[in-house]
């Protein structure tokens, strides 16, 4: 397998990606949009591809309880959800990155209930935000195929020892068909060492895990927890940078376009990237200096990166996919303001909130987006967000 | 010219959704008759799943209230608890019932419950695509056991109506198919009874309808409804399970 270029639905790269990484165990739950990998990845398995356990539990709290058991005794470990399904893994979601445990999740971005929808938005993966995980977005099928060998990577280096989650927008990236450059196998075998779980469970070494954590202990584990987040950030960007000598497609925890001398950038995370550029493309000929500013890793946060690419600018207009009720604008821009606050040269940050379960957000939404963020921006109207495309 | 056929009144109307040949559009109109018969639909309140019939709501013009997937028979407890005099049931598929929600439907069955569970059993997990279920039989193939179901790896096929049935708190236990016109009648006949005994108190009610997947199966309307007469009542018997009114 791989080597060469395909056309094919990103689930269906993202599960032969998993295959090709040669995971020891898959535990997952059907749950639209990304019912597709699971259900290629069972395939695999049935083929005689992919030598691995796949365990098609009654429930998504199952599967993350079989991903914990099976990366505590040092097993590849892949699962994939959406939306319900996580919401339902939550409890032991947080749990598998206290007791530092690699795994890596394709978790395919779909709104929460309710009202119910199987549509795409960031609202599920915001619910875990603060879990522990390491969690990265993936713009295209490409990034989608290659960050799984990156996840398996950096939660696995001895360094690092945490979950990561690759996240991917329900249907816009689960559903279309992409072309595809496929890695040789042994360019994979170069790039992922085989996984050695140095205190993995053995009769032979005892270990204890998921230990009560009393009120003496329990502030030191999460500072343990909070350090191992933060301090996973050395192995995240030499795993980006080993990729891109190995294949030339070259990652970065902010990536920008046409940004050096925009005085306005719009930000995104996931796949809205692609139409911004193409607007901003656009509004560059119109004489706008407009930008883009993606981000692409978000926990650990890239502050450094993040400040390097916007500080200077005049404002940033930053669409968010969910919304904190009650709460200062989305989790986004009031984390971005939060990371700008008393920054000299900080720009101003207009927010949106768009795109909600599925909601089309066009070229032209991005144009308005665009011009009338930088209108508020020079009025001063940057109070709160806006709800773009709200009827009524 | 005397009137034989009527639509139910408390179904709307509006088109089903459903695929040609699929059972859930017959069970539902079941259900409406009963509540019509039995003239509840002003205290009826009804739960439907996360599955194909997650739009029951659409049709059924009584109160309905949608539960996350698995917990009909929790959520219907709250709504029991608090409105003894209401009559309450779950719509529930194999997947809804028999996997994620398998720790709620038990416990309520057990603590007796006095709610009714329809529970309808295609053997997969029909909305999102036809994968695998706890119900799935031997050597069956879906999306997700493409070489059919291996009990050496996958176990067996759960036949969670049998356990409720081995339990104290329910009253009213059955199993029954969509095959045959005459299997229709009687699945009706034992959903009406299902409602009878929560309408006296007696317990939990559960009414097992095993309901052909055509999409899912791969087979035509007819070859379906050949399938579940010979092959899922082979694993899945039909019959009253537990009838407390039975008893001497």
Same mark, same amino acid.
């Given at each position: 397998?791989g080597?060469k270029?395909?056309?094919?639905e990103?689930?269906?790269?993202? /599960?032969?990606?998993?295959?090709?990484?040669?995971a020891?165990?898959?535990?997952?739950?059907?749950?639209?949009?990304?019912?597709?990998i699971v259900?290629?990845?069972?395939e695999?398995?049935?083929?005689?591809?992919?030598?691995?356990?796949?365990?098609?539990?009654?429930?998504e709290?199952? /599967?993350m309880?079989?991903?914990?058991?099976?990366?505590?005794?040092?097993a590849?470990?892949f699962?994939?959800?959406?939306?319900?399904?996580?919401?339902?893994?939550?409890?032991?979601?947080?749990?598998a990155?206290?007791m530092?445990?690699?795994?890596?999740?394709?978790?395919?971005?779909?709104?929460?209930?309710?009202?119910?929808s199987i549509w795409?938005?960031?609202?599920?993966?915001m619910?875990?935000?603060d879990?522990?995980w390491?969690?990265?977005?993936?713009?295209?099928?490409q990034?989608?195929?290659?960050?799984i060998?990156?996840a398996?990577?950096?939660?696995?280096?001895p360094?690092?020892?945490?979950?990561?989650?690759?996240?991917?927008?329900?249907?816009?990236?689960?559903?279309?068909i992409?072309?595809?450059?496929?890695?040789?196998d042994?360019?994979?075998?170069?790039?992922?060492?085989?996984?050695r779980?140095?205190?993995?469970?053995?009769?032979?070494?005892?270990?204890?895990?998921?230990c009560?954590?009393?009120?003496?202990?329990?502030?030191?584990?999460q500072?343990?927890?909070?350090?191992g987040?933060? +301090?996973?950030?050395?192995?995240?960007?030499?795993a980006?940078?080993?990729?891109?000598?190995l294949t030339?497609?070259?990652?970065?925890?902010?990536e920008?376009?046409?940004?050096?001398?925009?005085?306005?950038?719009?930000v995104?995370?996931?796949?809205?990237?692609?139409?911004?550029?193409?607007?901003?493309?656009?509004?560059?000929?119109?004489?706008?200096?407009v930008?883009?500013?993606?981000i692409?890793l978000?926990?650990?946060?890239?502050?450094?990166?993040?400040?390097?690419?916007?500080?200077?600018?005049?404002? *940033?207009?930053v669409?968010?996919? /969910?919304?904190?009720?009650? +709460?200062?604008?989305?989790?986004?821009?009031?984390?971005?303001r939060?990371? *700008?606050?008393?920054?000299? +040269?900080?720009?101003?940050?207009v927010?949106?909130?768009a795109? *909600?379960?599925g909601?089309?957000?066009?070229r032209?939404?991005?144009?308005?987006?665009?011009?009338?963020?930088k209108a508020?921006?020079?009025?001063?109207?940057?109070?709160?967000?806006i709800?773009?495309?709200?009827?009524? | 010219?005397?009137?034989?056929?009527?639509?139910?009144?408390?179904?709307?109307?509006?088109?089903?959704?459903?695929?040609?040949?699929?059972?859930h559009?017959i069970?539902?109109?079941?259900?409406?008759?009963?509540?019509?018969e039995?003239?509840?639909s002003?205290c009826?309140?009804?739960?439907?799943?996360?599955?194909?019939?997650?739009l029951?709501?659409?049709?059924?013009?009584?109160d309905?209230?949608e539960?996350?997937?698995?917990?009909?028979?929790?959520?219907?407890?709250?709504?029991?608890r608090?409105?003894?005099?209401?009559?309450?049931?779950?719509?529930?598929?194999?997947?809804?019932?028999?996997?994620?929600g398998?720790?709620?439907?038990?416990?309520a069955?057990?603590?007796?419950?006095?709610?009714?569970?329809?529970?309808?059993?295609?053997?997969?997990?029909?909305?999102?695509?036809?994968q695998?279920?706890?119900?799935?039989?031997i050597?069956?193939?879906t999306?997700t056991?493409?070489?059919?179901?291996?009990?050496?790896?996958?176990?067996y096929?759960?036949?969670?109506?049998?356990?409720i049935?081995?339990?104290?708190?329910?009253?009213y236990?059955?199993?029954?198919?969509?095959?045959?016109?005459?299997k229709?009648?009687?699945?009706k006949k034992?959903?009406?009874?299902?409602?009878?005994?929560? =309408?006296?108190?007696?317990?939990?009610?559960?009414?097992?309808?095993?309901?052909?997947?055509?999409?899912?199966?791969?087979?035509?309307?007819?070859?379906?409804?050949?399938?579940?007469e010979?092959?899922?009542?082979?694993?899945?018997? =039909?019959?009253?399970?537990?009838d407390?009114?039975?008893?001497?």
């Open positions: 397998m080597g270029r395909k056309g094919i990103v689930s269906l790269a993202i /599960a032969e990606a998993v295959g090709q990484a040669n020891d165990v898959i535990a997952a739950y059907p749950i639209t949009p990304q019912t597709h259900e290629h990845l069972s695999l398995v049935a083929n005689g591809e992919l030598d691995a356990e796949f365990v098609p539990v009654e429930s709290h199952s /599967a309880s079989v991903c914990c058991g099976s990366a505590a005794v040092g590849r470990t699962t994939s959800t959406s939306s319900q399904g996580l919401a339902l893994m939550s409890e032991i979601f947080f749990i990155s206290s530092r445990l690699p795994m890596v999740m394709a978790l395919a971005n779909r709104s929460l209930s309710g009202p119910l795409n938005d960031h609202t599920d993966t619910m875990v935000r879990a522990g390491i969690h990265v977005f993936v713009e295209n099928g990034d989608a195929y290659d960050h060998f990156w398996f990577r950096v939660g696995e280096d360094d690092v020892l945490l979950p990561v989650a690759v996240n991917f927008d329900g249907f816009i990236l689960t559903h279309m992409e072309p595809i450059e496929y890695e040789k042994e360019t994979i075998k170069r790039y992922l060492p085989e996984f779980l140095k205190n993995a469970l053995h009769p032979d070494k005892p270990v204890s895990m998921g009560f954590g009393m009120p003496e202990i329990y502030t030191e584990a500072m343990s927890r909070e350090d987040v933060t +301090g996973s950030y050395p192995t995240i960007i030499k980006w940078e080993e990729w891109g000598e030339g497609r070259q990652y970065h925890p902010i920008t376009y046409r940004a050096d001398d925009a005085e306005y950038c719009i995104t995370m996931g796949s809205y990237g692609e139409t911004a550029m193409e607007v901003v493309d656009t509004l560059r000929e119109e004489g706008e200096k930008g883009v500013v993606k692409r978000w926990r650990p946060f890239p502050f450094d990166e993040f400040r390097g690419a916007v500080l200077g600018k005049k404002a *940033l207009i669409i968010d996919r /969910a919304i904190s009720f009650g +709460g200062p604008g989305g989790p986004v821009a009031s984390e971005l939060s990371a *700008l606050y008393k920054k000299e +040269g900080s720009p101003v940050i927010n949106y909130v795109g *909600l379960a909601r089309d957000v066009s032209n939404d991005f144009r308005n987006i665009i011009l009338e963020g508020k921006a020079e009025s001063g109207d940057t109070e709160g967000f709800l773009y495309g709200l009827r009524g | 010219m005397k009137k034989v056929f009527t639509k139910p009144k408390c179904l709307k109307d509006i088109p089903f959704h459903y695929c040609p040949g699929c059972g559009s069970i539902h109109r079941l259900v409406a008759e009963v509540i019509d039995l003239k509840i002003d009826v309140i009804g739960i439907p799943p996360a599955g194909c019939a997650v029951a709501y659409n049709y059924f013009d009584i309905m209230c539960a996350p997937h698995g917990r009909g028979c929790a959520v219907a407890t709250g709504f029991k608090a409105q003894p005099d209401k009559i309450i049931f779950t719509y529930q598929g194999d997947g809804d019932m028999a996997a994620i398998t720790a709620e439907t038990l416990h069955a057990n603590r007796g419950e006095r709610i009714t569970a329809v529970f309808v059993n295609n053997a997969v997990y029909g909305m999102t695509g036809g695998m279920a706890p119900t799935t039989m050597e069956q193939k999306t056991s493409p070489f059919g179901r291996r009990s050496e790896v996958e176990g096929p759960l036949l969670i109506t049998d356990l049935a081995t339990l104290k708190g329910p009253a236990v059955a199993r029954h198919s969509l095959a045959t016109p005459a229709i009648l009687a699945t034992s959903i009406k009874k299902a409602f009878e005994v929560q =309408i006296k108190g007696l317990g939990f009610s559960l009414v097992e309808v095993l309901s052909p997947c055509p999409t899912n199966w791969k087979l035509s309307a007819v070859d379906a409804y050949k399938f579940l010979s092959k899922m009542e082979k694993e899945f018997p =039909i019959g009253v399970l537990k407390v009114t039975k008893r001497k």
